[in-house]
């Protein structure tokens, strides 16, 4: 049976990890790995993380199974922060993944399930992950335009033209914010105009949130979020706490599900419950409990605030330094989109020979669409970077 099975392709970030590891000049960059580090290249456990571990080791008294869609406090908290005070909670059912890929993957598997024609709609260019889930399930994949090149912002007529032929019960995949791998994110305004689309055409969103925090703050990275929850019937929402709390190996995620109605939450909330005991049965609990404890404690909760406003702003300044540095360096402004992107991602613009050539040149890795994470950047790496970018004729 072994014998038979085929090749896989190897996952090209993973390659381009061991590219980097394996390079022995001092002075390389990585910039392909979507994990955030702070200037001295270390991912850092957050103050509030290892606050909130200490008290579940001297609180906690077991470490029997929770239910099979986790720790309703859980649920309960973060659905709060992502949809905030007006969250339509007597319409949502709610199960915790190992991460915001294993909910993807729920999601997926519950679309199959409700609507096993319906097509998955996803922004081009979107998350490799996510047209890979979609193909090894069998669901088809249709795009819409997302990212002008030319401007390094949303082709937001492109978009609406493209949405404007989804048929009803087809889903869309919308990155909630710090859209990966563009950095490239919708206006309110524009969010609005979507949800209004989508309710016309009787298409459900499924949105993709792991970077809460990262963008614009808390609030305004989740306004998009909340803007569809207040105005389609239905919709899913794949959560991660990966990133805004650094607990990557914790695997914790959540998978949310506003129904039409009321009435359909508990069979909703049934079939979520099944998918986790087909899949995995019970999901992992600590990093749920960690991410609880934080959110619900008012100064573990303002510490991890604080940080991660750090952690954004740092991010932040990375950016204005090097669209700052290139400007300097051609005299234009041709790439001050990279200071009005959001999150750890940007897309450079740059083609694959010339990703090529910085990687050969310069020591500096990224993904050979040109995608590139901010957070492997410091103050001292910025300018190499730019002057990496200027020799390579980007």
């Not at 604080?306 to 990375?318: D, H, P, S």
């Not at 740059?350 to 950047?377: C, F, K, W």
Request: charged content about 20%.
């Amino acid at each position: 049976m072994l014998t038979d099975l085929k090749p896989q392709a190897p996952d090209k970030i993973l390659a381009l990890m061991a590219a980097f590891r394996d390079d022995p000049r001092p002075g390389k960059i990585d910039l392909g790995v979507g994990v955030y580090k702070d200037a001295s290249g270390r991912t850092p456990i957050m103050r509030a993380v290892k606050a909130a571990e200490r008290q579940l080791v001297e609180t906690q008294e077991t470490k029997t199974y929770t239910g099979l869609a986790g720790d309703p406090a859980f649920a309960d908290a973060l659905s709060a922060l992502i949809l905030g005070p007006d969250a339509p909670r007597d319409r949502l059912a709610c199960a915790a993944q190992p991460g915001g890929t294993g909910a993807i993957r729920q999601g997926l598997e519950l679309i199959r399930m409700a609507a096993p024609g319906a097509r998955l709609w996803l922004s081009n260019p979107t998350w490799p992950n996510h047209p890979a889930i979609a193909a090894y399930l069998g669901i088809e994949t249709p795009s819409y335009r997302y990212f002008d090149a030319e401007t390094g912002g949303v082709d937001f007529d492109g978009m609406m033209a493209d949405l404007a032929e989804v048929a009803p019960g087809d889903a869309v995949i919308l990155h909630g914010c710090c859209h990966n791998p563009t950095g490239a994110n919708l206006t309110p305004d524009q969010w609005r105009d979507v949800a209004a689309l989508l309710t016309r055409r009787g298409a459900v969103p499924f949105v993709d949130i792991a970077y809460q925090g990262f963008g614009d703050g808390l609030e305004p990275d989740a306004e998009g979020t909340r803007i569809l929850a207040r105005t389609v019937p239905e919709m899913l929402i794949a959560a991660s706490c990966s990133k805004n709390f650094g607990i990557y190996r914790e695997r914790t995620g959540l998978l949310m599900a506003i129904a039409p109605s009321t009435d359909a939450v508990p069979v909703t909330q049934g079939a979520l419950a099944m998918l986790n005991r087909m899949n995995f049965s019970f999901p992992p609990d600590h990093g749920a409990r960690v991410v609880t404890t934080i959110l619900t404690d008012d100064a573990l909760r303002a510490d991890w605030e604080a940080e991660l406003e750090e952690v954004r702003l740092g991010m932040l300044g990375l950016r204005e330094q090097l669209a700052a540095a290139l400007r300097d360096r051609v005299g234009s402004d041709r790439f001050g989109f990279l200071a009005a992107h959001r999150g750890m991602f940007s897309r450079l613009g740059a083609t694959p020979e010339q990703v090529e050539a910085m990687r050969r040149d310069h020591g500096v890795y990224m993904v050979g669409d040109s995608r590139m994470n901010i957070a492997g950047l410091n103050s001292a790496t910025v300018p190499l970077l730019a002057d990496a970018i200027v020799a390579a004729g980007v």
